[in-house]
């Protein structure tokens, strides 16, 4: 109320003020008769101004206490809209909860309905799982058989590439270079505790048993393979000394190349009895028997062969020394000169049409057949024949042989490089007098055509990767000393030659060799009967040497 009083009193004093100065600005008119107006003094505007300023203190203390009140009210406000939001929001989880609570009771009731479901699968898989553990396990057993079986067997083999080429001095002989390949593929292994057995396939012509290569040449075709071994080996573990082999098998005794070609495998039965000694000196003692078959007739004489070795191993100090001493015996050798087609894979003529052989066909010669049946010999009959009344080829000589071998390995201090020494006699027991000469006369001032002497040295070995060998090998070989038909097919003949052989040798990789060979040799007697001579060459002239080199690449497995 002193509010409104004061404004009143402010109004009325105001109306006072406007009405005196109206009245002081007015016009003058006429005068009239004088009214009475009351007066406004300086202290009542003095009042006035005090009456307002208080005012104006109560007034901005009456804003203060509104802003105040606002600013609560505001704060109310925003607490009671925060209230709200969190009520609605409680409100949302609430009926969120809600929501999840019923989904949560059906995924119960499905999810118990599923657990229902997954124990009877449960139980179906558990019979069904019995099930195939059984099958798991006989076929885990047969697995297991089957492992067991393929651990007795071993894969082997090796591919050779070889360049090679042939010089010779002579007038009418000509370079010759030509690339070949060898492939072997093996698998052998234990057949049961008591034997084992194997088989390997090779490359190289049918018609020539003395080699396994086989020429890159005849527009791409493709090459042959053959049956190159097939054999069962008896070898009790209760006699380990015994060892009873029987197929087509690799040498079962020690040799060399003056007896048979490395890459021939003999045919028939072997019989092996061989002690391990611990004597201070002999280490080792045994004894081979062979029968081996060379050629089987329906009606007639077969063809065989009957040998007996006793060998051993001695040691002493530094030197550890193999000797060995062995009888072989050929029966019946003339069927080699009587060979079929087949054998010799001769090309052949049916009606006006030639059949071609792949083989070296019908060894050529004095008085020798030129179709089947024929000689049979790879790399040429350099041994001395005759002719019978009837037109039949046979030997001159027959083939008994006796051959020494003395293998020896010195330690030289480095265990990469020992030192090797072979020497090997040979003589055929069975060989005669005088053989003939080109003209098919006998030549009464020559004896027995009879001996060989080899002598091979070397220095190395190619056992481990980047091992080195080489080495030198000197051999003379008289015309009836062994059969032509199997002999060494990389020699300058097969018989009647004097033969040098320089070689060396490099284990690139433990399953990767690198070789070199040089062949420098000629025939030993021109004037006998097949001797091989240069183009030009006439008997009792010395033939000019040919030399023969050889690269070889050879990949293992």
């Known amino acids: 109320m002193q509010a409104y009083s004061g404004w009143f009193r402010a109004a009325v004093l105001i109306s006072a003020m406007a009405a005196t100065v109206v009245a002081q600005s007015a016009p003058p008119t006429k005068p009239k008769r004088a009214r009475t107006t009351p007066s406004v ?9 005090d009456l307002v300023s208080a005012q104006q203190q109560q ?3 009456q804003r203060q206490q509104m802003d105040a009140i606002k600013s609560q009210l505001q704060q109310v406000l925003e607490a009671t809209q925060q209230a709200n939001a969190s009520a609605q929001k409680v409100q949302s989880s609430a009926e969120q909860a809600q929501n999840t609570a019923t989904q949560a009771q059906q995924s119960a009731t499905e999810a118990e309905r599923l657990a229902d479901q997954a124990s009877a699968n449960a139980v179906e898989a558990k019979t069904a799982l019995s099930i195939v553990n059984g099958k798991n396990q006989d076929e885990n057993k047969k697995i297991s058989e089957l492992r067991d079986v393929l651990s007795r067997f071993r894969f082997n083999g090796d591919i050779r590439i070889r360049g090679e080429s042939f010089f010779q001095d002579c007038a ?21 505790e008591d034997f084992v057995g194997g088989l390997v ?5 049918l018609g020539d048993p003395t080699s396994t290569n086989t020429t890159l040449s005849n527009f791409f075709n493709r090459h042959t393979i053959g049956l190159d071994r097939g054999y069962v080996t008896y070898n009790p573990t209760a006699h380990k000394w015994l060892a009873l082999t029987g197929g087509k098998f690799a040498y079962t005794w020690n040799r060399t190349h003056v007896t048979g070609d490395p890459d021939i495998n003999p045919e028939g039965f ?4 061989s002690w391990d000694l611990k004597t201070p000196l002999i280490k080792n003692v045994s004894f081979t028997l062979l029968q081996t078959l060379f050629n089987e007739v329906t009606a007639g004489t077969d063809s065989y062969v009957l040998g007996g070795q006793v060998a051993g191993r001695v040691q002493i100090g530094p030197l550890t020394s193999t000797p060995s001493f062995m009888l072989m015996k050929w029966n019946n050798p003339d069927s080699i000169l009587q060979a079929s087609a087949f054998a010799t894979q001769a090309t052949t003529t049916t009606g006006n049409l030639p059949i071609p052989g792949e083989g070296p066909g019908c060894a050529k010669g004095a008085g020798l057949p030129s179709t089947p049946p024929c000689a049979f010999s790879p790399n040429g009959m350099t041994n001395s024949t005759f002719t019978d009344a009837g037109g039949k080829p046979h030997f001159w000589s027959q083939f008994f042989y006796a051959d020494v071998i003395l293998n020896n390995q010195i330690k030289t201090g480095m265990s990469r490089l020992p030192l090797n020494l072979v020497l090997e006699y040979e003589n055929n027991l069975s060989a005669k007098d005088h053989p003939l000469d080109a ?3 006998v030549l009464t001032n020559l004896g027995k055509q009879s001996h060989t002497y080899l002598a091979d040295i070397s220095l190395g070995q190619v056992k481990n990767k980047n091992d080195i060998q080489i080495g030198y090998a000197w051999l003379r070989e008289e015309q009836d000393a062994a059969l032509a038909s199997f002999a060494e097919s990389d020699q300058r003949a097969p018989t009647n030659i004097l033969q040098n052989r320089f070689y060396a040798l490099w284990k690139l990789r433990q399953n990767t060799q690198a070789s070199y060979t040089f062949w420098y040799g000629r025939s030993l007697n021109s004037d006998l009967q097949h001797a091989v001579l240069a183009a030009g060459t006439t008997p009792g002239e010395v033939e000019p040497h040919l030399r023969r080199m050889q690269f070889d690449l050879i990949y293992t497995f």
Request: aromatic share 4%.
């Open 270 to 273: 072997s019989e092996k009895f």
């Open 59 to 61: 007034l901005e203390a």
């Open 172 to 192: 009418a002989c000509l370079d010759r270079n030509r690339a070949r390949v060898r492939v072997r593929f093996g698998v052998d292994g234990k057949l049961s």
């Open 439 to 441: 003209a098919g006369a």
């Open 201 to 205: 396939l090779a490359t190289g012509s």
């Open 41 to 49: 003094s300086q202290q009542d505007v003095k009042d006035l101004r």
